[in-house]
């Protein structure tokens, strides 16, 4: 199914605009309403919550004028209409606005009264809207425990597919949270980096990093939170079930029992890709932590680069006002003060003030090539040298000359008769072997069926029967 077959056109037009801001909090305003009310909230409660939420965001400041517009298309008096009218009638707008994109149905029940629906996929999209709004603390060792406990508690057991597939899912959250980790760690060093101020770096690195990051992730993942308890046990959790034929068919067995494959093979097939993906995910930890650690270092890095940058920038002014305050504060005469007021010195211009002229690079001028004559001993010596490793070069040819000059006019010898007295012939005895299975030699080699290894000089060989080629 693709992804416009479930969600409908135009939905996320709701998120753009002036309003896009009000629209998100009426959004989270609903879901908290939906969590409490399971069936449906009442169409005239939340219109009062909306009503209530616009006109404290009209005294806290902020603009709410549009959404009558984009309603209607049409600009009504808002000076005949009081406060109280004017938000209850945006109300009524936001929610008709939310109906037509699809983001709440409207139903009426008994007694003509109308109740707000969310469709499943506006409730997890908000779900997951809030959670991205949310400093929430993860307990990563939570999802160990939970994975280990699946993979040898008593539901593995009872229901050993439905107990893997679950620590799968477990681990696949588990793993995304890790990433999410890291990927905050750089969208922090991001922000960071643009700060203005040494006071704004300040605040995001403590106020920021430190309660959202550190506090709340990144501290518990190396300390008390650490997976490291429960890593070993469920990798060696995993290889047992990898390894016990038996219990992988019984977890086979249970996932056909349970409808959710028509086969044992489809079941047992998934059973194995959920344990695999478990023991990598798992295997792989030292790698992501790793990456974490490397992420964490660059934030601070970056943090501390932006901070010694704006003191730098500001220090002649900042220093130098107030070295003058300081003076003044402690009651100095005037004429030793006089020179604190020199705040920038302004030299003349001179040679050294300007830019370098380019010096024009000089033409290159290769080097020369001596020609050296080599002595005719010393080029005899070489090809003497050439000559003598081509003889002692493994080619088809020797081998060829090497088994058939032993084998003579026979058709066939065992391959014990060949029996090396050298180092050479060892050599030689392998390329038999690889000469003699790929079909482009004199000769081929027959595998007994009985395997009989033989000892001749000190060398141990399989014992095969070689035979001339045909033709």
């Known amino acids: 199914m693709k992804l416009f077959e479930v969600l409908p056109d135009g939905l996320f037009q709701l998120l753009t605009g002036t309003n ?105 999209i908000i779900g997951v809207l809030k959670e991205l709004c949310e400093a929430r603390t993860v307990e990563y060792q939570r999802f160990a425990f939970l994975i280990y406990q699946s993979l040898t508690g008593e539901a593995a057991k009872l229901q050993p597919f439905s107990a893997v597939l679950g620590a799968a899912d477990v681990t696949g959250q588990f793993r995304q949270e890790l990433v999410a980790l890291y990927n905050n760690m750089k969208h922090h060093m991001e922000q960071v980096a643009v700060q203005t101020t040494i006071k704004d770096v300040l605040d995001h690195h403590f106020d920021r990093y430190k309660s959202q990051i550190i506090d709340k992730s990144y501290h518990r993942l190396k300390t008390s939170d650490h997976v490291a308890r429960y890593r070993m046990q469920i990798m060696n959790t995993v290889q047992q079930w990898l390894l016990d034929g038996e219990r992988l068919e019984e977890a086979a067995l249970d996932g056909v029992s349970g409808g959710m494959y028509s086969s044992r093979e489809d079941a047992e097939r998934a059973v194995k890709q959920a344990l695999f993906f478990i023991e990598e995910t798992f295997s792989g930890l030292e790698e992501l932590f790793y990456q974490i650690d490397v992420r964490h270092n660059q934030y601070l890095r970056s943090s501390y680069d932006r901070a010694r940058y704006l003191s730098q920038q500001n220090e002649g002014i900042d220093h130098t006002l107030a070295e003058v305050i300081e003076a003044i504060r ?93 180092a ?48």
Do not use: C
């Open 330 to 422: 402690s009651g100095l005469p005037e004429e030793a003060t006089d020179k604190l007021f020199a705040l920038r010195q302004v030299k003349a211009i001179s040679e050294y003030s300007l830019l370098t002229p380019r010096r024009k690079k000089p033409p290159h001028e290769p080097d020369v090539h001596v020609t050296i004559d080599i002595p005719e001993d010393e080029i005899k010596k070489l090809r003497n040298r050439n000559l003598d490793r081509l003889r002692k070069a493994m080619t088809r040819a020797k081998i060829d000359e090497f088994v058939l000059g032993r084998m003579g006019k026979r058709m066939e010898m065992e391959l014990s008769e060949l029996s090396p007295s050298s």
């Open 20 to 124: 896009k801001q009000i629209y998100a909090e009426a959004l989270q305003l609903i879901y908290e309403q939906a969590q409490t009310e399971r069936f449906g909230v009442r169409y005239e409660l939340m219109r009062d919550l909306l009503q209530e939420m616009l006109e404290t965001t009209d005294e806290l400041g902020h603009s709410i004028s549009g959404l009558v517009e984009e309603e209607s298309g049409s600009v009504q008096d808002q000076a005949q209409m009081t406060l109280e009218d004017y938000t209850r009638s945006q109300a009524g707008v936001m929610l008709r606005r939310m109906e037509r994109l699809k983001w709440i149905d409207i139903e009426t029940r008994s007694q003509f009264e109308r109740y707000i629906v969310l469709p499943h996929f506006a409730s997890r």
């Open 424 to 471: 050479e012939e060892v050599i030689m005895l392998g390329y038999v072997y690889l000469y003699g299975s790929d079909g482009g030699s004199g000769f081929r080699i027959v595998r007994s069926g009985v395997r009989k290894i033989l000892l001749v000089g000190g060398y141990r060989f399989d014992n095969h029967t070689i035979a001339r080629k045909e033709g």
